[in-house]
């Protein structure tokens, strides 16, 4: 990890914040392209919408570079910032996209310690590396990174055990 992506996984964050801080989870993506430019910034949007599908970040994310008509090409070379590792769903999806390099703060260890989860609300156990390892072209995989920072929006927000 250098400069640039602490950058944008500090942008992430922020991001996550404000989601929270609108009554969604706290987490957040954004895809940047090779050259720096920013092509979208996605948000949880699971408490507004009540969607435990299409509103996770990553997932809105990547719905936005698709409709933008984002050439894959350009999203071969670009990179996705999670505030949080991204789960099975959206790692296939940020795969299929053909986002070539994934970037994440918070391990899904982490968010699971910060959600307090059990066993019955884990969900799946499958890491982001694991799914994108799977690919046949795998995009590069990196975190977690600066997960201290990446646990702030979390904190508080999950419901005590």
């Known amino acids: ?53 299409l509103a996770h970040s990553e997932m809105n994310a990547c719905q936005a570079v698709v409709k933008a008509g984002i050439p894959r090409e350009v999203l071969a070379g670009a990179t996705i910032y999670s505030s949080g590792e991204p ?12 986002i070539g390099r994934s970037v994440y ?28 390892a799977s690919a046949a072209n795998p995009p590069v995989v990196e975190g977690p990174c600066l997960e201290e920072e990446a646990a702030v929006p979390h904190r508080g927000y999950w419901p005590a055990p």
């Open 1 to 53: 990890m250098n400069d640039t992506d602490a950058r944008h996984l500090r942008r992430a964050f922020a991001l996550a914040q404000q989601a929270r801080d609108r009554g969604d989870r706290p987490f957040a993506a954004i895809v940047i392209a090779g050259d720096g430019t920013v092509l979208t910034e996605g948000m949880s949007t699971q408490g507004s919408s009540g969607d435990g599908t």
């Open 87 to 98: 789960c099975a769903m959206c790692s296939a999806a940020i795969f299929y996209t053909g």
């Open 105 to 132: 703060g918070l391990s899904n260890d982490a968010v699971l310690a910060l959600r307090n989860a059990t066993p019955a609300t884990a969900g799946l156990s499958l890491s982001c590396r694991a799914v994108m």
